[in-house]
């Protein structure tokens, strides 16, 4: 257990719909990471925040949007669905920026 | 842009032989490198890491290698077992900032022959 809490494990939902993930990193940690991963696929970043604030953007869609709130905890907010946004997202949290990352389990997103 | 790829996608290998996963980087800037192994229906785990001013850094059972003036790092597992198999990724960053995209490479599967 990496102490990083990812919910919904699992969510299916048709195209142009919104859906909201939600992540609690692991106590003390401050940095939260988002990452999206196709079938068979890399890790792709797509957003990063630091106590609060975002810090380093990667390849986002305009569709797509997060937040860390003051508790720490984040949400990645996906809308507009599209069938091409089926897939695991991945949070993962750090003390500070650095490499060490503890992922979550994932959120699995079937858009139908 | 920034990337991280991988020489290799799949790797077939005996159980009991040594394991060696490849990776190149483009980030000249990057100084810290990590070794994540990723199960089956699980999160990425962190297995080793290496700062730019090191070579080599040793593990229980894998090394990390570091090759700056190719842009290469490689990890080796030594006397592969069944549990080793997973999809393994490297990943760049830059130490000392509490901003940074922590880029990861396309993954490599190992899997292990009886």
């Known amino acids: 257990d990496s102490g990083v809490t990812q919910t919904p494990k699992h969510l299916i939902t048709a195209t142009g719909q919104r859906v909201t993930l939600r992540c609690s990193p692991r106590?003390?940690?401050?940095?939260v990471y988002w990452y999206q991963q196709s079938l068979d696929q890399g890790l792709q970043f797509l957003i990063q925040?630091?106590?609060?604030?975002?810090?380093a953007k990667g390849n986002i869609l305009e569709r797509f949007s997060a937040q860390q709130f003051p508790d720490l905890h984040s949400e990645l907010n996906l809308s507009s669905l599209e069938l091409g946004d089926s897939a695991l997202y991945f949070c993962?949290?750090?003390?500070?920026?650095?490499?060490?990352?503890?992922f979550g389990e994932g959120s699995r997103l079937t858009v139908l | 842009g920034e990337s991280v790829g991988l020489h290799l996608p799949t790797l077939s290998v005996q159980e009991g032989d040594n394991s060696i996963i490849n990776c190149a980087y483009s980030?000249?800037?990057?100084?810290?490198f990590i070794w994540y192994k990723q199960e089956s229906g699980k999160g990425p785990q962190f297995i080793i890491d290496?700062?730019?001013?090191?070579d080599k850094r040793q593990g229980q059972r894998v090394t990390v290698l570091l090759n700056k003036t190719v842009k290469h790092l490689s990890l080796q597992i030594a006397a592969t077992q069944p549990g080793d198999s997973a999809v393994y990724f490297c990943?760049?960053?830059?130490?000392?900032?509490?901003?940074?995209?922590?880029?990861f490479g396309s993954g490599t599967r190992l899997s292990i022959r009886p």
């Open positions: 993962a949290s750090s003390v500070r920026g650095t490499g060490e990352l503890f």
């Open positions: 990943a760049e960053t830059v130490v000392g900032s509490s901003a940074s995209k922590i880029i």
């Open positions: 980030n000249s800037a990057s100084d810290y």
């Open positions: 106590s003390g940690d401050l940095s």
């Open positions: 925040y630091y106590n609060g604030e975002e810090r």
């Open positions: 290496i700062r730019s001013n090191m």
